[in-house]
C-alpha cells in the first residue's frame, strides 16, 4: 500500500504531465482558425484550469495537512510541559508544608530539656478496635518500650513494640491507652482514657469544678509522660445525683487522621520551667 505522501506525489506529476502534452499539442497550432486546433484549445483551457484548481487544491490540503501535524505536536508539548509544571508545583507545595510542620517540631523539641528523635510515621493499623501506628525509628536509634510521643500540638502516644528501625505507637485515642492528667485551671486530676471518636477523664471528684473549655494536661505522675503537655480540651461534663466522680469528655488537640512526623522523647521527660504551669 501506497503512504498518503506517495499518492499525492504521484496525482500531482500527472496532471502536470499530462498539461504539458496538451500544451505541447496545442502549440503545435499557429492557426487554430480552423481544423482540429480549434477544437483542442477549449479542451486545453478547461484541462489546464482543472489541473491548476487540482494542484491548488492538493497544495492546501498538503499545507493543511503539514499545519495540523505540527499543531499536534504543539499540542503535545503544551501538555506535557502544563504536566512537568503542575507535578513542580505540587512538590513545592508538599515540600513547603512539609517544612512548616518541622519548623513546629524543631520549635516544640526546645521546650524540653531531654534528648529526643524526630520519626516519620510509615503505617497505621486498619483496625476499628486499635488506634496503633508505625514509625521509622527504633532500638537503633535508641528507642525503647514505654518512651512517650508528642507533637507540638500536644501528647500523641507511647511506644509499645520495637524493633531495630521501627517501633509501635499506642495513641491515646485507644481503648488501651491511659495518661494521667490534670485539667489545667483548677488542677483536678484524672485518668484520661481513650474511646471511639474522643477520649474521657475518669475519676475525677463531683466537688470539682471543670467546665467545656477547660485544657487537660499532662500531671507527670504516672512517670512516662511530662508534666504539663497538652492532650485535649473539655467538651463535656456530666455530673450525676449520685456517686462521687464526674463524666468529663475531652477532644484531643492533635487530629490522629493527619499526623505525619512525631517527636519521641529518649528518657524521663519534663518540661522547662518557664513551660511548666
Known sequence: MFSKRTVVFIVIITLVTVNIILLSIASQRHHPLFGPGRVAIPLVATFQKGASLSIRFIKNIWRHYFFLIYVSKENEDLKKSLSDALKKNYELKEIALANKRLRQLLHFQNTLDRPVISAEIIGKDPSPWYKTIMVDKGSSEGVEKGFPVVIAEGVAGIITDVAAH?????????????????????????????????????????????????????????????????????????????GIFQEISVTPYIDFEKIEEVLIILNAPKLKAENTP
Do not use: M, W
Open 166 to 242: 521501627f517501633a509501635k505507637v499506642l495513641l491515646i485515642i485507644d481503648q488501651n491507652s491511659a495518661v494521667d492528667a490534670l485539667i489545667q485551671k483548677t488542677r483536678a486530676r484524672g485518668v484520661l482514657k481513650g474511646g471511639p471518636d474522643k477520649c474521657y477523664l475518669q475519676y475525677v471528684l463531683r466537688k470539682h469544678e471543670v467546665t467545656v473549655g477547660d485544657t487537660v494536661i499532662t500531671s507527670g505522675l504516672d512517670g512516662v509522660f511530662p508534666k504539663g503537655l497538652r492532650i485535649g480540651y473539655v467538651s463535656g461534663v456530666i455530673k450525676h445525683n449520685n
